[in-house]
Nanobody, 128 residues
Framework: QVQLVESGGGLVQAGGSLRLSCVAS????????LGWFRQAPGKEREFIGA??????????DSVKGRFTISRDKAENTKNTMYLQMNSLKPEDTAVYSC???????????????????WGQGTQVTVSS
């Protein structure tokens, strides 16, 4: 079983930056892709991006150029993934969550229902 814990959320003004962290532990993490999602009130959960087992990174078009995903050197049982968010906009306000997808294929990254484990989420609020 994989445990995921996010941190780093908060209140920031438009144009500002935040860096979120996701600590993943447990299980054989080398078999998991790690993704970032967000969910704003009244909206469906939205894929932001993911870092794959082979360290390739994919992004949703909506955040390309503003958000960057990275990861500490991957270990078998512990991993820390980051989401650097720049040029934040009020519409980026949401609960941000990380999730783990077991041995996924590329096309499966975008759908939240494919992810087996989830963190509790961290609130990001961008004021105008």
């Amino acid at each position: 079983q994989v445990q995921l814990v996010e941190s780093g959320g908060g209140l920031v003004q438009a144009g500002g930056s935040l860096r979120l962290s996701c600590v993943a532990s447990g299980g054989n993490l080398r078999m998991y892709d790690l993704g970032w999602f967000r969910q704003a009130p009244g909206k469906e959960r939205e894929f932001i991006g993911a870092i794959r087992r082979n360290s390739n990174i994919v992004y949703a078009d909506s955040v390309k150029g503003r958000f960057t995903i990275s990861r500490d050197k991957a270990e078998n049982t512990k991993n820390t993934m980051y989401l650097q968010m720049n040029s934040l906009k009020p519409e980026d306000t949401a609960v941000y969550s990380c999730a783990a997808l077991y041995a996924g294929i590329l096309s499966s990254l975008w759908s939240a229902r494919n992810y087996r484990y989830w963190g509790q989420g961290t609130q990001v609020t961008v004021s105008s």
